[in-house]
């Protein structure tokens, strides 16, 4: 089946610096890939929706100057959280779509802000 | 707005019981649900799949049924097994533009007693 990987799967980080999330589509190429938060024992909020060389869409209350998406390629896209506070620490998990319009997950990143 | 609903939102069976999931969602023009397993502070297992066409999926000892009109799925798990302990959620896809998008139910977290 399809894989995507996500690096790092863990994050330490004082407040008020910028962390760099990857996701990456290993054996498939993804035009839509999306990114999704958790917060504890809450479901999956979707973020944003990021398309191979165009700007992401973001969902409605979710800063797009804070969370900045890069999908440069058709295997990769990148979350960087801007200026990070205690408020950001989360689980964030990326997912990416085949040509048959399923979404693959990621394993995750778990993200604390200090 | 498609909504996703899951009950009960939390359930604690004995081992060796069959049980029943149950996912609603509010809005019909769907292009396929998923059901999903998630371990505690882990990323997401795709269980199940059904396109919008089908009535029903099976994978061993799991079986995910779909009324589309309705807006009712049920995943039911046959001989509960302890390492079944995880927490279930439920997603439907629609497609749009931007690809496909999915909505998460809450999930119900589901405890196996041995």
């Known amino acids: 089946g399809a894989v995507v990987s996500q690096h790092p799967s863990r994050v330490i980080c004082k407040s008020g610096t910028s962390v760099k999330i990857e996701c990456r589509s290993l054996?498939?190429?993804?035009?839509?890939m999306f990114w999704y938060r958790q917060f504890p024992k809450q479901s999956l909020m979707l973020m944003a929706t990021?398309?191979?060389?165009?700007?992401?869409?973001?969902e409605q209350g979710v800063e797009k100057d804070k969370f900045l998406i890069n999908h440069a390629s058709l295997t990769l896209s990148t979350l960087t959280v801007t200026s990070a506070h205690p408020e950001d620490s989360s689980f964030y998990i990326c997912?990416?779509?085949?040509?048959?319009?399923?979404?693959?997950f990621g394993p995750g990143t778990r993200l604390t802000v200090l | 707005k498609q909504e996703v609903t899951q009950i009960p939102a939390a359930l604690s069976v004995p081992e060796g019981e069959n049980l029943v999931l149950n996912c609603s969602f509010t809005d019909s023009a769907i292009y396929n649900l998923q059901w999903f397993r998630q371990d505690p502070g882990k990323g997401l297992t795709s269980l199940l799949l059904i396109q919008s066409s089908q009535r029903e999926q099976t994978s061993g000892r799991l079986n995910a049924s779909l009324d589309k009109s309705s807006g009712r799925s049920t995943l039911y798990i046959a001989a509960s097994q302890p390492g079944d302990s995880a927490t279930y959620l439920c997603a439907v896809s629609t497609v749009e533009t931007s690809g496909s998008r999915l909505t998460f139910g809450e999930g119900t977290q589901l405890t196996v007693n041995p």
């Open positions: 054996d498939f190429q993804a035009t839509t």
């Open positions: 990021s398309n191979e060389g165009s700007k992401a869409t973001y």
């Open positions: 997912s990416a779509n085949d040509r048959g319009n399923e979404q693959f």
